[in-house]
């Protein structure tokens, strides 16, 4: 049960969740409705948002900060919520603007294509000078390699300066992939009087006037142009010919690359996607390098069961909850953790062990000591940070909010600044990237034990965890045990247990016995 609730949606089971399943535990009920919750899309809109290199600002030295990054990633739970096709999801973030031209502004799915608007480029150098040709050209440059990573599972970055190494894509590909994205461009939208002198930019992708076409650099280098390239997708995917463009072409461009992307022909798509979700449910994936399914990426684990996941993704409407609902009702997701003998290569024979992200250990904080925020979607928000943190970063700027329940959100909502990342976060593994995250590293350091047990927040959130069972148990000790392993654990305490604690807690304050749960191998990792 407290696997499925923190898989689907990065959130405990509340005790009388535990207890209704005990009394009636129909498994696959229990997916539907997991399902169902709101939840669902901000912990699978955070896992895409890691392949999505997701921030707030653009980072290096004057990191603007982008507005529009918000309304992305709202964009991207309500997609997940609705369970709309991955097909459309896909569609959407490379064109929508093509696909719904009479979306306004206010609509939400008019920043699918912030897909394209948050990576890690700025208009200046550091020191304010305008440069539109670097500009552009990195622009561009993050267009087509997060569109490959993230799409296809290709590496096109490797061609930018030179043909493929491995994959047969040639460089005059990569820049002729470029061109698909030439003829768009950032619009930049008014900033309120009040904050026009801090370092924001608000963009939105839109056309421009004309068809323009990238340009092939000798080298990648900027200083190195050779002349203009067409769109064409790589010979080793088309024909290698160039269709002639009539007059308005330009203004499909993009859409042209999700149709071929989001093609039911284009079997890669499939595969790339169906390899993410199963990596989301077990930790591991199928093909252990989730961005490169090349020659130089990992060859599959198990390719036959990789090409029936993909196979059923596509005959079930491209819908990720019905991937879901079949993986997790399976025999093999319900295996235990626990297995008498150790493990083999290659076997899979138990449920890995796995550390939470650190999104997850905060929300789980959050839940446990109730003091969760479950406001969803608008701006992200500042949880409080060490203000010699901030003074010790160049132009960097963190403020932190001003009234408490404001920051006890979940980590979703919370700001990713790629100059300076939640301290939190980036002790446990989250993401700051300026690139597509396919796998995140998970470390066992020193650091986490020592912020869970010293941190400022992790204190006052067991110290909320003391109160919220003395409300809800009074002074009675064995109540509080009961109450304190379901809302820690999700499971009732065993009778050694508790006899355990209550001897504890004869030479320990409660208090401190609380900020030990949450510092227990339990509390942060899944079985």
Not at 236 to 260: C, H, M
Not at 400 to 409: A, F, G, Y
Request: charged share 25%; glycine share 6%; net charge positive.
């Amino acid at each position: 049960l407290r696997r499925a609730h923190f898989d689907l949606l990065g959130l405990p089971p509340d005790p009388e969740s535990i207890k209704k399943f005990a009394r009636n535990p129909d498994w696959p009920n229990l997916i539907k409705e997991l399902l169902a919750s709101p939840h669902y899309g901000e912990r699978y809109g955070r896992h895409w948002l890691d392949v999505a290199r997701y921030a707030d600002s653009s980072g290096y030295g004057r990191d603007y900060f982008f507005p529009h990054a918000a309304r992305y990633r709202d964009y991207v739970i309500r997609s997940m919520n609705e369970d709309k096709p991955f097909t459309s999801f896909v569609r959407e973030q490379l064109a929508g603007d093509i696909l719904y031209p009479e979306d306004k502004t206010t609509d939400g799915r008019r920043y699918a294509t912030g897909f394209y608007t948050i990576g890690a480029i700025y208009p200046v150098s550091p020191n304010a000078i305008k440069r539109p040709k670097r500009f552009e050209y990195d622009r561009l440059t993050d267009a087509a390699d997060v569109t490959g990573e993230a799409f296809l599972g290709l590496s096109f970055a490797c061609a930018r300066c030179h043909d493929h190494k491995y994959d047969p894509i040639s460089q005059h590909d990569y820049f002729a992939f470029q061109s698909f994205f030439a003829s768009s461009r950032f619009k930049e939208m008014p900033i309120e009087e009040s904050k026009r002198k801090l370092q924001i930019k608000d963009y939105l992708l839109e056309h421009k006037q004309r068809a323009e076409n990238a340009t092939f650099f000798e080298r990648g280098e900027l200083n190195l142009p050779v002349g203009r390239v067409r769109p064409r997708l790589p010979d080793y995917f088309s024909s290698g010919t160039t269709p002639a463009e009539k007059s308005d072409d330009f203004k499909s461009r993009r859409l042209q690359v999700a149709n071929w992307i989001a093609s039911d022909k284009n079997t890669l798509t499939a595969r790339v996607i169906a390899n993410r979700v199963w990596q989301w449910h077990f930790g591991e994936a199928l093909v252990a390098t989730p961005n490169d399914f090349g020659i130089a990426g990992e060859k599959p684990s198990n390719a036959e069961l990789l090409d029936y996941l993909a196979s059923y993704l596509m005959e079930n409407d491209w819908t990720l909850k019905t991937l879901h609902s079949h993986v997790m009702t399976s025999s093999t997701y319900r295996m235990s953790s626990s297995h008498p003998e150790s493990e083999s290569a290659g076997v899979f024979d138990r449920f890995p062990t796995t550390r939470m992200q650190a999104e997850t250990i905060w929300d789980n904080m959050l839940a446990v000591s109730g003091k969760l925020n479950g406001k969803m979607y608008g701006r992200s928000v500042f949880p409080p940070i060490s203000k010699e943190l901030v003074s010790s970063k160049r132009n960097a700027s963190w403020k932190t909010e001003k009234k408490e329940s404001d920051w006890m959100r979940r980590g979703i909502y919370v700001a990713i600044k790629r100059s300076m990342h939640f301290p939190f976060f980036d002790v446990f593994n989250g993401t700051n990237s300026a690139t597509s995250v396919g796998q995140r590293e998970s470390t066992v350091v020193s650091p986490q034990a020592l912020t869970m047990m010293n941190g400022e927040i992790p204190r006052k959130l067991s110290a909320a965890f003391h109160q919220r069972l003395l409300r809800e148990c009074g002074d009675d000790k064995e109540k509080i045990i009961a109450r304190a392993w379901l809302l820690a654990y999700g499971r009732p305490v065993t009778e050694k247990e508790k006899k355990v604690t209550l001897q504890f807690l004869i030479d320990t304050d409660m208090r401190t016995w609380c900020h030990a749960l949450f510092n227990s191998n339990e509390f942060v990792y899944l079985r």
